[in-house]
T-cell receptor, first 111, second 116 residues
Framework: LAKTTQPISMDSYEGQEVNITCSHN???????ITWYQQFPSQGPRFIIQ???TKVTNEVASLFIPADRKSSTLSLPRVSLSDTAVYYC????????????FGAGTQVVVTP | NAGVMQNPRHLVRRRGQEARLRCSPM?????VYWYRQLPEEGLKFMVY????????ESGMPKERFSAEFPKEGPSILRIQQVVRGDSAAYFC??????????????FGPGTRLTVL
């Protein structure tokens, strides 16, 4: 399973864009990159998943460069309710079922 | 469509007692996963089950912990003779049988176990 490294914490103001970069230097060919969000006292929630280039949904965008050794989760125009821990996970079919969560990035949004 | 249900939400046990945590997966999901989150840490995988089968229990402590997902009823995570170090949030997740390639898991609200 590829190891991931992401910042411990990030602070932002309401309305700003937040970009969280995750490093995964030993990502395997068959691995996908997935991000989860966890609010206090709740279980994690799937945000977005991608393999290469750019993926966008109603919540976030995921940018993956050609070498796939890193990825960036972009949260547009954050609000106070986006304060949460964000986890970057990397894995594929060989780890299917076993999500490996790191320490995550604590994002704090203030007015 | 109800999400993943876990009960109880909070459980207090004294050292040496047994703790039973229940998880009902989302409708149509036949895969269940258990994770443990210690204070100020990320989630750690414990076990992956399908109906009546343990698929991967590589994250389960060797002693005192067991899990099952019977043909009928919820999945149960059982901790015997609890110790203070078992105090944590235990999360259950489920996924449909046809998900992939790196399947999205749907998490429940967790059970917070406190061992006195």
């Amino acid at each position: 399973l590829a190891k991931t490294t992401q910042p411990i914490s990030m602070d932002s103001y309401e309305g700003q864009e937040v970009n969280i970069t995750c490093s995964h230097n030993n990502i395997a060919t068959n691995d996908y990159i997935t991000w989860y969000q966890q609010f206090p006292s709740q279980g994690p929630r799937f945000i977005i998943q991608g393999y290469k280039t750019k993926v966008t949904n109603e919540v976030a965008s995921l940018f993956i460069p050609a070498d796939r050794k890193s990825s960036t989760l972009s949260l547009p125009r954050v609000s106070l309710s986006d304060t949460a821990v964000y986890y970057c996970l990397v894995g594929g079919a060989d780890s299917w079922g076993k999500l490996q969560f790191g320490a995550g990035t604590q994002v704090v949004v203030t007015p | 469509n109800a999400g993943v249900m876990q009960n109880p939400r909070h459980l207090v046990r004294r050292r040496g007692q047994e703790a039973r945590l229940r998880c009902s997966p989302m409708k149509g999901h036949s895969h269940v996963y258990w994770y443990r989150q210690l204070p100020e840490e990320g989630l750690k995988f414990m076990v992956y089950l399908q109906k009546e089968n343990i698929i991967d229990e590589s994250g389960m402590p060797k002693e005192r912990f067991s899990a099952e997902f019977p043909k009928e009823g919820p999945s149960i995570l059982r901790i015997q003779q609890v110790v203070r170090g078992d105090s944590a949030a235990y999360f259950c997740a489920s996924s449909p049988s046809n998900s992939g390639p790196y399947n999205e898991q749907f998490f429940g609200p967790g059970t917070r176990l406190t061992v006195l």
